[in-house]
């Protein structure tokens, strides 16, 4: 990359970060929301199951928004679970109505996230705000 390109971007993200400060309050709300993750826990994944697999199952529920499939550095197979979040609350909630999940022959446990994704904001924590 040369240099010209990279000043150009670090000045348009300075200057993107300006104007998202001076939004006004209800375009501020809009964007808050949008950011909110409505999110399952699922156990019980097949160690065959990769991240693409998962995320596309969950998304014939909704729109998947993060799709966090942890894997062991030690073995370098997946531990087994994950956190799926969907942009709205309508897509988890079709996801938990639906039982058994099946993927790869193995039956998956659902449950809604009582943790939020680190670093994310989760939809229960938006209520409180």
């Not at 990769?50 to 969950?58: G, I, P």
């Not at 894997?71 to 988890?92: A, N, P, S, V, Y």
Request: hydrophobic share 40%; glycine share 8%.
């Amino acid at each position: 990359m040369s240099l010209f390109f990279l000043l150009r971007l670090t000045l348009g993200v300075y200057f993107g970060h300006v104007t998202l400060r001076h939004r006004s309050k209800g375009r501020a709300k809009m964007a808050a929301s949008s950011k909110k993750v409505f999110e399952l826990f699922v156990s019980k994944v097949p160690w065959t199951a990769a991240s693409k697999e998962v995320r596309d199952y969950f998304g014939q529920f909704g729109l998947v928004k993060k799709c966090l499939l942890p894997f062991d550095k030690e073995t370098g197979f997946h531990r087994g679970f994950c956190w799926i979040g969907f942009t709205t609350e309508e897509g988890l909630n079709n996801a938990l109505q639906k039982d058994p999940h099946v993927l790869e022959g193995a039956k998956l446990q659902v449950q809604r996230n009582r943790r939020p994704f680190a670093g994310q904001k989760s939809s229960r924590d938006a209520e409180f705000d």
